[in-house]
């Protein structure tokens, strides 16, 4: 008999639109096809994890459907030589979650090429505390450093966001690395958290919220980290310093740029965008890596929130409002 185990499934309602979340036993039978069959111990809730969970921007295309955009556990099985059965990995990217089942259940089976082994020095809680946001947070730094954005130079890096997965991880590896940052919110309540996390100052979005008026302003930023877009990235454009570099990897705002080539022309602007599912297997590994040595464990644990599978779903809408600080760690194998 086939192993069970406990799953979140959506669903579409009678009027094929309405997601229903329910939580299931199901089999290995049940699985789509991989390569290698891992146990899930943990998973996190990201923006895109309360969108799809909400049924929104149609990230999910085929029900039924498990989501959960990475998990984290220990390889059952492998047909593929580079896992064996006892390797912990990780998994982020790859459309896990939209088109391919994901994490949020106890069982996981995935091609081999999507997942990561669990470095030495964190363990599969700590490993979604950072998940995909944090991965993509230090892919940021990753592009600002190769881009000539070095904590040794005379300015600040703004991280919008800030309060965010990949802005709260942006604000602890920078801050670790020596950088000045200043961290963007709309909740002044955030204020004390992102200092504690290495922010040297505070601003309101609201004053990035607006496209600014003129092609130019104030030469302000050396560096940026955004994971808003829209009017929010306009705004940093327009103030960067002479070469500033911004890497930019959300589109929460929305898509549309309202900005001109100006800053790119005349300032040497430089915009690099961030892609955490399509990002080569060796940098996917050194960026881990850089994880366990450049963001400090006592910030990792202080932003970790931990519930249990069986609680997630009203998460969703709260990680949608703005309502969730930090990271919030799925405890899969817990159900």
């Given amino acids: 008999m086939s192993e069970m185990f406990r799953a979140l499934v959506l669903d579409t309602a009678q009027d094929g639109k309405t997601v229903v979340p329910q939580f299931k036993d199901l089999s290995l039978d049940d699985l789509p096809e991989g390569d290698v069959l891992v146990r899930v111990a943990h998973s996190t809730l990201n923006y895109k994890d309360g969108m799809i969970l909400n ?17 984290a556990g220990e390889v059952v099985e492998s047909a593929d030589v580079r ?13 896990v979650g939209e088109n391919h089942w994901g994490g ?26 950072i998940g ?10 990753m592009a600002l450093e190769e881009q000539g954005v070095l904590p040794d130079q005379d300015g600040e890096v703004l991280v919008s966001g800030a309060a965010g997965g990949v802005g709260s991880v942006a604000i602890s590896i920078l801050a670790h690395l020596g950088y000045r940052v200043v961290a963007s919110t ?29 092609p130019l302003l104030s030469e ?31 589109l ?17 602007v430089k915009l690099i965008g961030i892609d955490s599912v399509l990002c080569p297997y060796e940098k996917r590994v050194c960026a881990w890596q850089r994880l366990v040595t450049d963001l400090p464990a006592e910030r990792l644990d202080e932003a970790m929130q931990t519930v ?28």
């Fill in 104 to 129: 949020y259940a106890q069982m996981a089976r995935v091609q081999a090429d999507w997942l990561v082994p669990l470095p030495d020095g964190l363990d599969t809680a700590q490993a979604m505390a």
């Fill in 83 to 95: 896992y064996k059965p006892g390797d912990r990995v990780i998994l982020t990217g790859w459309r």
């Fill in 308 to 335: 249990k599978l069986s609680d997630i779903v009203p998460y969703g809408e709260k990680i949608l409002k703005g309502a969730v600080r930090g990271r919030l760690v799925v405890d899969v194998a817990a159900g």
């Fill in 55 to 71: 049924g929104l921007g149609r990230l999910v295309r085929k029900y039924p459907h498990v989501p959960g955009v990475d998990f």
């Fill in 220 to 250: 302000r930023w050396l560096g940026a980290v955004d994971s808003v877009g829209s009017t929010t990235l306009a705004h940093m454009l327009a103030e960067m310093k002479y070469h500033g570099v911004v890497a930019a990897c959300g």
């Fill in 132 to 141: 995909t946001a944090g991965f993509t947070a230090m892919l940021a730094v």
């Fill in 252 to 268: 929460a705002g929305g898509a549309d740029l309202p900005a001109t080539v100006i800053p790119f022309l005349l300032r040497g």
């Fill in 186 to 214: 709309g909740r002044p309540e955030n204020a004390d958290y992102l200092k504690h996390l290495g922010a040297s100052d505070i601003i309101d979005r609201a004053t990035l919220a607006e496209a600014p008026n003129r």
